[in-house]
């Protein structure tokens, strides 16, 4: 995700707002973040996600996969710019990871919950159960992307 992506950022979500497409023919939702730090690319200093569905008036669109936000919220996102300059979450719920806290150490964790989706996931994992979810330290996280970035401006692949 990281090499398809055009920024991974750390942000908070200051503004959630849904609308019909142009055409009328769909509802998108726009997540405006407040970015606290790049750890590739620079869109700026305030940028907006858009994702499929959303709520206007009494009109509800729902998609499989797609992830949503809610004011307040920190995530680290991983963010593809479309031909048409609209940013959007790379890889589904796969491009979102929350930001916690440690209870025992108070120290940033990011969690992302796996969807449920065969179509994300290997062709091997059982969907009878949950896969649960992934936990790692924003440190670590961090210094993955990091790692790669280094390796692959040094021609190495990962």
């Given at each position: 995700?990281?090499?398809?992506?055009?920024?991974?950022?750390?942000?908070r979500?200051?503004e959630?707002?849904?609308e019909?497409?142009?055409?009328?023919?769909d509802?998108?939702?726009?997540y405006v973040?407040?970015?606290?730090?790049?750890y590739?690319?620079?869109?700026?200093?305030?940028?907006t996600?858009?994702?499929?569905?959303?709520?206007?008036?009494?009109?509800?669109?729902?998609?499989?996969?797609?992830?949503g936000f809610?004011?307040?919220?920190?995530?680290?996102?991983?963010?593809?710019?479309?031909?048409?300059?609209?940013?959007?979450?790379?890889?589904?719920?796969?491009g979102?990871?929350?930001?916690?806290?440690d209870?025992?150490?108070?120290?940033a964790v990011?969690?992302?919950?796996?969807?449920?989706?065969?179509?994300?996931?290997?062709?091997?994992?059982?969907?009878?159960?949950?896969?649960?979810?992934?936990?790692m330290?924003?440190?670590?996280?961090?210094?993955?992307?990091?790692?790669?970035?280094?390796n692959?401006a040094g021609?190495a692949?990962?």
């Amino acid at each position: 995700m990281t090499e398809q992506s055009s920024a991974v950022v750390l942000g908070r979500c200051v503004e959630v707002r849904s609308e019909w497409t142009a055409d009328r023919s769909d509802i998108v939702t726009h997540y405006v973040f407040e970015v606290r730090q790049y750890y590739k690319g620079n869109l700026g200093q305030r940028i907006t996600i858009t994702g499929l569905g959303g709520q206007v008036g009494e009109w509800v669109a729902l998609y499989s996969g797609v992830p949503g936000f809610r004011v307040g919220e920190e995530a680290v996102l991983f963010v593809w710019t479309g031909p048409q300059g609209r940013h959007q979450v790379i890889g589904l719920t796969q491009g979102k990871f929350r930001v916690g806290r440690d209870g025992a150490t108070g120290e940033a964790v990011l969690q992302q919950t796996l969807s449920a989706e065969p179509m994300l996931e290997p062709r091997n994992h059982s969907h009878a159960a949950p896969a649960g979810q992934l936990a790692m330290p924003l440190a670590a996280f961090r210094s993955r992307i990091e790692s790669y970035l280094r390796n692959r401006a040094g021609g190495a692949r990962q």
